[in-house]
C-alpha cells in the first residue's frame, strides 16, 4: 500500500505541475492533482494511522504552498514568455487615392469588402449600408489601411 501512496503523491505533484506550467487554468490537471492528493491522503490516514497521515497531509498542504507561491511569483512566468517584440505594422494606404475617386465593389459590402479602385485591390468598409458586387463606389474617407465608401447610385 506504500507504494500506491507514492504514486498517488507524485501524480498529484506531476499534475500540479502540468496545470502550474504547460496548461494553467484548464482546471483538468488541476482537479485530477486534487483527487490524487486526497486519495494518497486517505489512504495514508486509513492504512498507517494518524501519525503518519498527518505527516502526509502537512507535506502535501507546504508543497501546495511552494507551488502557488512559484506560480506567483512575477519572474516565474518570464522563463516562459517568448522575449521578442513584434514591430510589424498593417498595412497603410500610400497610394495617389483621394477622397472622392471611384471604383467597384469586387465582393459585397456587408459592411467590409474588397473593392477596385485605381486598378488596385483594397479592403472596404461601408457606413449603415450593403453594397453588392459589381457596383460602382465613390471613396469618402481613408482610415489607416481601410477605405471607407458608398455606393454611387445612391
Same mark, same amino acid.
Given at each position: /500500500? @506504500?507504494?500506491?501512496?507514492?504514486?498517488? @503523491?507524485?501524480l498529484g505533484i506531476i499534475l +500540479?505541475?502540468?496545470?502550474?506550467?504547460?496548461?494553467?487554468?484548464?482546471?483538468?490537471?488541476?482537479?485530477?492533482?486534487?483527487?490524487?492528493?486526497?486519495?494518497?491522503?486517505?489512504?495514508?490516514?486509513?492504512?498507517?494511522?494518524?501519525?503518519?497521515?498527518?505527516?502526509?497531509?502537512?507535506?502535501?498542504?507546504?508543497?501546495?504552498?511552494?507551488?502557488?507561491?512559484?506560480? @506567483?511569483?512575477?519572474?516565474?512566468?518570464?522563463?516562459?514568455?517568448?522575449?521578442?517584440?513584434?514591430?510589424?505594422?498593417?498595412?497603410? $494606404?500610400?497610394?495617389? $487615392?483621394?477622397?472622392?475617386? +471611384?471604383?467597384?465593389?469586387?465582393?459585397?459590402?456587408? &459592411? /467590409?469588402?474588397?473593392?477596385?479602385?485605381?486598378?488596385?485591390?483594397?479592403?472596404?468598409k461601408t457606413i449603415n449600408e /450593403? $453594397?453588392? &458586387?459589381?457596383?460602382?463606389? $465613390?471613396?469618402?474617407?481613408? +482610415?489607416?489601411?481601410?477605405?471607407?465608401?458608398?455606393?454611387?447610385n445612391k
Open positions: /500500500m @506504500l507504494i500506491a501512496i507514492i504514486i498517488f @503523491l507524485i +500540479t505541475i502540468i496545470e502550474i506550467v504547460i496548461v494553467p487554468g484548464s482546471t483538468v490537471a488541476g482537479v485530477g492533482a486534487l483527487i490524487m492528493f486526497a486519495l494518497g491522503i486517505y489512504f495514508s490516514y486509513s492504512t498507517y494511522g494518524t501519525q503518519i497521515g498527518n505527516y502526509v497531509l502537512a507535506g502535501t498542504i507546504l508543497f501546495l504552498i511552494i507551488a502557488i507561491v512559484f506560480a @506567483l511569483r512575477a519572474n516565474t512566468w518570464k522563463k516562459f514568455m517568448l522575449n521578442t517584440n513584434v514591430d510589424g505594422v498593417a498595412n497603410t $494606404i500610400e497610394t495617389d $487615392i483621394k477622397i472622392g475617386d +471611384t471604383g467597384i465593389t469586387v465582393a459585397r459590402l456587408n &459592411p /467590409m469588402g474588397k473593392v477596385l479602385v485605381n486598378n488596385e485591390y483594397y479592403e472596404a /450593403m $453594397i453588392d &458586387p459589381d457596383t460602382e463606389i $465613390i471613396v469618402v474617407k481613408i +482610415t489607416g489601411n481601410t477605405l471607407i465608401v458608398k455606393s454611387l
